[in-house]
């Protein structure tokens, strides 16, 4: 089975501080992805690699960075947290684009 | 640019068939794909459909109409523990991504 794995399962903030989120994927993937997921909006892309060293932009990428320096992992960096970037963060991996695996998500609460 | 509607709840009860749709404007087309999310679970994936026409999984069934631009997921003999959020997904332009529409919330009694 493939597994994706987060660093936390509840993370609390305060405002300004660097944040990192990591992501680990077991199955020697090529592509990894970063969503957050609120309410009401769905899942909606910030960053995705498809390969080591490489990084695209989604469709809501302002306020975030992300780093992947081996192919199992990938991290998403909020420089400085605000509280809007309150939300659940989820991880996916696939080898197929249009089949992904998640990890069970990191609900990030920035006080 | 790239979206998918569809209904944000749908309530049926057990043993029932429900339908979920979902239609999608997008630039460039590939399939379309959906996922089942329980309550603080992670998504996972359920079907992909590539071409026109019903895949069958079990209980769960996809269709897709890529004239109409239109794609359902079929759940038939409702169980209580199919109650979750159901996404459609369909890979964007350049074909590198999903994009997810915003979800399903299906309710199942008893």
């Known amino acids: 089975d493939v597994k994706v794995t987060q660093s936390s399962r509840y993370l609390v903030k305060r405002t300004g501080e660097k944040v990192f989120l990591e992501c680990v994927q077991d199955?020697?993937?090529?592509?990894m992805f970063w969503y957050r997921q609120d309410p009401g909006l769905g899942l909606r892309l910030i960053y995705f690699?498809?390969?080591?060293?490489?990084?695209e932009k989604g469709d809501i990428p302002e306020g975030y960075s992300v780093s992947r320096e081996k192919k199992e992992r990938f991290s998403l960096i909020l420089e400085s947290a605000s509280t809007n970037q309150t939300s659940m963060y989820l991880c996916?991996?696939?080898?197929?684009?249009?089949?992904?695996?998640f990890g069970p998500g990191t609900r990030l609460t920035v006080l | 640019g790239q979206s998918l509607e569809q209904p944000s709840e749908v309530t049926a009860v057990e043993g029932a068939i429900v339908q979920i749709n979902c239609t999608y404007q997008t630039s460039g087309f590939y399939g379309l794909s959906w996922y089942q999310q329980h309550d603080g679970g992670a998504p996972t994936f359920l079907s992909y459909n590539a071409l026109d026409g019903l895949e069958e999984t079990g209980r769960f069934s996809s269709f897709l109409s890529r004239s109409d631009s239109y794609g359902y997921l079929l759940l038939q003999e409702l169980q209580m523990k199919d109650s979750a959020s159901y996404f459609c997904a369909a890979l964007n332009q350049a074909g590198t991504a999903l994009i997810f529409g915003k979800g399903t919330t299906l309710s199942v009694s008893s």
């Open positions: 690699s498809y390969d080591v060293k490489m990084k």
């Open positions: 199955m020697d993937h090529e592509n």
């Open positions: 996916a991996s696939s080898s197929k684009r249009d089949t992904q695996y």
